[in-house]
């Protein structure tokens, strides 16, 4: 069945550090892959998606590349803000219908 | 901007008790759907619904029922809450129909407390 695995948390870096958070995904067909964040006491928000192989997301200074080959969408990040801290979501959203299926969540801490 | 609503951001209840979380969004959205989030396990769909009076069962139902009267709101009900139904509950909707690759907007959450 679909399926998505993401990095463990919490992560934690110092300002400015680089940022990645491993995703990779089981699917069947050609899923949209998604990343979602969740600030403290808020809901979801969508932070960037792509749509088919080698599509390139970004929004924010994030990026993330839909690989087909290795079946991964991690997210990247090359200078990380206090700001940035927050729970961060990898998703899979497959044909046929509307639904997402979420990885476990990444807890990003960024210290001063 | 799409705006999602949820009745309340933190609820006490006993167990058995009756509960409603109500979820109201405003941009005519067809899809909306119901998830519990609990540490290390992500999100998890509860219910999901495509259109009014129509409803779909997600992953995890059992203890759960929704209603979905009109466009707009969709209700998650706890028949008799039990302690292990203590979670953060979110609500979001989505534009329309069966589509991949449809983003979805999420309300605040209702963090719920069952004793």
């Known amino acids: 069945g679909n399926s998505v695995t993401q990095m463990e948390g919490p992560v934690t870096l110092s300002e400015e550090a680089f940022l990645t958070i491993n995703c990779t995904y089981t699917?069947?067909?050609?899923?949209?892959l998604f990343w979602y964040v969740q600030y403290p006491g808020e809901g979801l928000q969508l932070l960037l998606k792509a749509t088919k192989a080698d599509d390139k997301g970004s929004n924010k200074g994030f990026e993330a590349t839909y690989r087909k080959e290795t079946t991964s969408f991690h997210l990247e990040k090359g200078s990380v803000q206090v700001s940035d801290s927050a729970v961060y979501f990898c998703a899979l959203g497959y044909s046929s219908a509307s639904k997402i299926i979420f990885g476990s969540g990444t807890r990003l801490s960024i210290r001063p | 901007d799409v705006k999602v609503t949820q009745s309340s951001r933190y609820l006490v209840k006993r167990t058995g008790e009756k509960v409603f979380l109500e979820c109201v969004q405003d941009m005519d959205h067809e899809n909306m759907f119901w998830y519990r989030q609990d540490p290390g396990l992500g999100l998890r769909l509860i219910y999901f619904?495509?259109?009014?009076?129509?409803?779909e069962k997600g992953d995890i139902p059992e203890g759960y029922s929704v209603s979905r009267e009109k466009k707009e709101r969709f209700s998650l009900i706890l028949e008799s809450a039990s302690t292990n139904q203590t979670s953060m509950y979110l609500c979001?909707?989505?534009?329309?129909?069966?589509?991949?690759?449809?983003?979805?907007?999420f309300g605040p959450g209702t963090r719920l407390l069952v004793l």
């Open positions: 979001a909707s989505s534009l329309e129909g069966r589509i991949a690759g449809e983003t979805q907007y």
């Open positions: 619904s495509y259109d009014v009076k129509m409803k």
């Open positions: 699917a069947t067909g050609y899923p949209s």
